[in-house]
T-cell receptor, first 114, second 113 residues
Framework: GNSVTQMEGPVTLSEEAFLTINCTYT??????LFWYVQYPGEGLQLLLK?????DKGSNKGFEATYRKETTSFHLEKGSVQVSDSAVYFC?????????????FGTGTRLLVSP | DTGVSQDPRHKITKRGQNVTFRCDPI?????LYWYRQTLGQGPEFLTY????????KSRLLSDRFSAERPKGSFSTLEIQRTEQGDSAMYLC???????????FGNGTRLTVT
């Protein structure tokens, strides 16, 4: 079946540090890949997505590249801010289901200190 | 776009009681989803509606769970004879057709004592 594995958190960084959150997946076919973010007290929000191999999703300074050969979709940001503190979820969906049935990882909490 | 609204935000109930949650999706969204998130885990898919039709249900949705979307607008999720294992955050999301992104509500946190 489909599954997503994320690195465990929390990830603790100082402001302006480089961020990587690892995500690997197992899926049949060609899934679409997503990163969702959950800020404290808020609902999940789509951060970025990629729908085919070698696509790069980007938003708010975050990037992730769909790597089919390594089945990975690692999230990166060159310089984190305190406001990036949140829980980040990697997810996939197999569109051959006809709708977005998301499979999420367990989430990685990011804590950024000034 | 007022976002996806869920009510109540928190619900505390005693084991064995029935509870019902409501979700109001974004008005032009014809797809509606329910997910469940337990502590330390990612959300898990429960069920999906396109308009008023419930097109898929997860095996996680036992016979005690029922979801409806009677007019293709708001949806309700009812849990009968609640158990402590039902304690979780219940998330609703909506989207338009195709691969448009899901918009999530802030969730209803259920605590069964």
């Amino acid at each position: 079946g489909n599954s997503v594995t994320q690195m465990e958190g929390p990830v603790t960084l100082s402001e302006e540090a480089f961020l990587t959150i690892n995500c690997t997946y197992t899926a049949t076919g060609y899934p679409s890949l997503f990163w969702y973010v959950q800020y404290p007290g808020e609902g999940l929000q789509l951060l970025l997505k990629a729908t085919k191999a070698d696509d790069k999703g980007s938003n708010k300074g975050f990037e992730a590249t769909y790597r089919k050969e390594t089945t990975s979709f690692h999230l990166e940001k060159g310089s984190v801010q305190v406001s990036d503190s949140a829980v980040y979820f990697c997810a996939l969906t197999a569109m051959n289901t006809g709708f977005q049935k998301l499979v999420f990882g367990t989430g990685t909490r990011l804590l950024v200190s000034p | 776009d007022t976002g996806v609204s869920q009510d109540p935000r928190h619900k505390i109930t005693k084991r064995g009681q029935n509870v019902t949650f409501r979700c109001d999706p974004i008005s032009e969204h014809n797809r509606l989803y329910w997910y469940r998130q337990t502590l330390g885990q990612g959300p898990e898919f429960l069920t999906y509606f396109q308009n008023e039709a419930q097109l898929e249900k997860s095996r996680l949705l036992s016979d005690r769970f029922s979801a409806e979307r009677p007019k293709g607008s708001f949806s309700t999720l009812e849990i009968q004879r609640t158990e402590q294992g039902d304690s979780a955050m219940y998330l609703c999301a909506s989207s338009t057709i195709g691969d448009s992104p899901l918009h999530f509500g802030n969730g209803t946190r259920l605590t069964v004592t």
